[in-house]
Structure formats: C-alpha cells, structure tokens
C-alpha cells in the first residue's frame, strides 16, 4: 500500500513520518553473536564426552581400563604435579619440532611453487617428485632417514617437513597462478618484468590460497611432530614417544592425556595461522558462505 503526500488546511502536502523501525539493543546483539559462536562447539563438545562414557560401560569389563572415565584421565593427567610436567615437557619438544618443520616448510614450499609458477616446464619437472614424495609412506623412509640423519631431533623435524610440505606447495603453486589475467595483460602493456608481476600481482592475490595451505600444513606439522616421535626416540622424549611408552606400561591415563595435549597443540596451530591470516589479508578478502 503506496503512502501519498496528505494535503493540509493551507494546501501544502505533508510527508508522513516513516513507520518506526525496532532496533536490537547493541548489547543483545553481542551476546546473541557470542552465544552464536561458543553454543555449537561446547555442544559437540559435551555430546563427545557422552560418547566417551557411553562407550567405556559398554566394554566389557576387562577392557575398560583401555578407555578412561574423562574425569580420570584429567585427575591423573592433569592434576598430578609429575605427570603434567612430564607431559608438558613432552609438548614443549613436539612443538618446537612442528615450529622448526614448519619454518623450513614455509622456506622450501614458497620456493618450490614460485619456481614452478615462473616456468610450465619447471612444474612439469618438480611437481611429480612432489607428489611421490607425498604419497610415500613415511615407514618406508624412516629407516633411510635414521642411517643418514640420526634418530635424534633432526630426524623429527625432517618428517614434519616431509609431512607438510606438499599441501603447502600445492595450495601456494594454485595461488600464484590464479591471478587475474586482465591484470597480467596490463603488466605486459607496461613491459613489467617478471619479480615485478611476482611481487606486485601474483604474491598478492596468492595470499589467501598461501594460508589456506598454511592451516593445512601447521596441522600436519603437529602430526609430523608426534609421529616423528614415535620413531627416533634418541634424545628427550616427546608426545608421540611418551604415548607410545605410556600404553606399553599400561597407563592409559597419562596417555589420554597426551593424546589431548597433541590435539590442543593442532588447535593451537591452526587457529594461529587463522589469526594472522586475518591480521594481514582480513582486511581486503573477506570469504562469503551462501545463506550469510
């Protein structure tokens, strides 16, 4: 229904005044936002933990001890001055490897795929060695790298990049040769040279896929990290090599507890990587999910 201009006495038409619109009070909206972001994760969360105890009365009896009651694994993982020590110095080692590893993996990844954007030949040459190097199973190589490198720390830093590398390459190789072609077209006008359409237009707008490979490959250098420690146990020991140990001598507890330290220690990586992601390209790129 259309609202004309009403006449008045004079003759001269009056607006009418625009129907009032209801406002959400700016503190019910933040709350409604947070209660929005935290409510489906601790959901989850507290589903999981039914799950857990749900299963652990269904075993029988006997192997119950395998699955801990929650609250046991916290009371003897957590709680007991000796073991969280001993679990967060395990953590402290697995995490400075999965740093280390994904230092270098960010070194080698970017030079790999920057090298194979400038060149199809040079893609052509590099990528396959990249993918078997992937798809080798990291058993196999283990016995080759402890002769060459040592079972000791370098070792485990050497499978987080092994483990890492190629998500990282893959999705920053992608990046780098998704750039507008309009804008290559105005470089060449130009005559831009080839570390000028690099810099300038390529890197750029490679960003986001560089730190969507990024949050994949701090994850798998946490796995890298734990794995690595399952099998050069020389030196200090890590999470992988504590789990390892804490199930043969049959304590589970402690083990649970260093199964969730290495899962923290993933989602530590991964919303890291987010924040900075967020920090340096939040501001122009914004990614839209259909529906809001």
Known sequence: MSMSPTPTMSGAPTVPSALPVERTPRGQGKVASIVKQVLPPVVVFALFLGAWVAFHYLLAEEKRITVPLPWDVVSVGFFESENLTRALD???????????????????????AIAMSQAKWVERALLPYAIALQTTPILALVPIVGVVIGFDFPSRV??????????FI?????????????????????????????????????????????????????????VGDFFFTQGDPGLGQMINL?????????MYAEVILAMGLGLIAYVGVGLLERRVIGRWHNAVRPGG
């Open 90 to 112: 395990g953590l402290w080692l697995s995490g400075k490897g999965a740093i280390v590893g994904l230092f270098i993996t960010i070194i080698v990844g970017m030079a790999f």
């Open 158 to 167: 050497l499978v987080v990049v092994l483990i890492s590398v190629f998500p």
């Open 170 to 226: 893959s999705n920053a190789l992608f990046g780098l040769l998704t750039a507008d072609q309009s804008q290559h077209d105005l470089l060449t006008l130009h005559k831009a040279n080839r570390w000028t359409r690099l810099t300038k237009l390529q890197l750029p707008a490679a960003l986001p896929a560089i730190f969507t490979g990024l949050r994949v490959a701090a994850v798998m250098a946490v796995v890298g990290a734990v």
């Open 246 to 254: 804490d199930a043969s001598q049959l304590q589970y507890e402690r």
